[in-house]
């Protein structure tokens, strides 16, 4: 995977003919070309897939709950997961050392190396190039279609058992130029460099070898900066739930009179979705150890805990439509049941049509 001229991640091969069987091997594993649904669980959600419990919580360590996104949740599970033995190590992203403008996959085996993992990056980053086939141990976490990719990978690699994967709810992908304009707020060389974390949901942050430091809501970076070059791709992606994941955590917003997320600094709370049996009982694990302070609650209230989730997954039949008629490119997906949600929610899918026409008509788009 190469940033392409654009700050986008793009698959690579050398022109080496020998390499058709990965090519071959590539197109059953790219979730950028389609997806089929996971097997599902013993109960299904029309939107947000299967699971078999839902919680709402935290990470129970005051500091590792401050220090991690939304509550800390999957941080204290990576932590937990190394110390007790049931992985030998942790895959999932961090900023550079020598960069820190720069998300890159790492592969940790100490707690303080699970430590750098915490809070998100709102960058381009493959952490799936660092899978092995065979005999691994490894816990993964990374965004929904990564996940997707690493269950393939060890399908065709005919592991016997899944390696345990965690998961984020995911909103796109942002440019790498994003990062790099906001870096441009400080004279210097950065030295520090967060999306997020540090309190809930915490401000981006930069930091220059001079000391000098500069940060700005989360909220406003995302709707001023990363979110407006989030890649098209992304927003014709059936998975910003991580459904393939064992385990897939987002933000339990908290929301005004109106049903709107505040955004207003609190202590982090985390939805927590078990999406297999192996993930529940990680997490009642987890829970009777005091590694996670968790609650159980419905499946039905995710809807409007996360209503930009749903909303993109229920008018997205409208986009992937859209987007073939005008003659665009468009993944093939398979038993998530994309009609039947767009009929059932007309209004969202005319007002996604229109959009995806006037983007794709009218609109530059940084990359496909």
Known sequence: MQLN????LRPFAPEDQTLSLQADEFRMICPGLGLTAPMKSQSQDPVFGRYVTVWAGYATDPGTRFSGASGGVLTALERWLLETGRSSSVVGARSQATNPLITEPARVETSDG??????????????????????????????PCEVAAISSMERIGGAEHGSIKLSFFCAGVPSQDATAEFAKQVASTP???RYRGQGWPGNMYVRDDEGTEYQERYIDAWHTRLGPTT????????????????????????????????????EGESVVIA???????????????GVLTLRPIEMSGLAQIQRHQFIRRVSLGARLFTAGLLGKGVPHYSGFGILRSTLRNPAQNVKAGVGTFWRLTFKRLRSR
């Open 231 to 266: 890649q098209w791709r992304c927003k014709l992606c059936v998975d910003g739930t991580g459904e393939w994941a064992d385990i897939a955590a987002g933000d339990y917003w908290i929301r005004d009179d109106a049903g709107q997320p505040t955004f207003e600094e609190a």
């Open 275 to 289: 999406r297999t049996q192996r993930g529940d009982a990680l997490l009642r694990e987890a829970i009777a150890d």
């Open 114 to 143: 699970v430590t750098e993992l915490a809070g998100s990056r709102y960058a381009p980053v493959a952490v799936a190039s660092v899978f092995k086939a065979q005999g691994d141990t490894t816990a993964w976490c990374g965004k």
């Open 191 to 193: 030295v520090e460099m």
């Open 5 to 8: 001229a654009d700050g986008y």
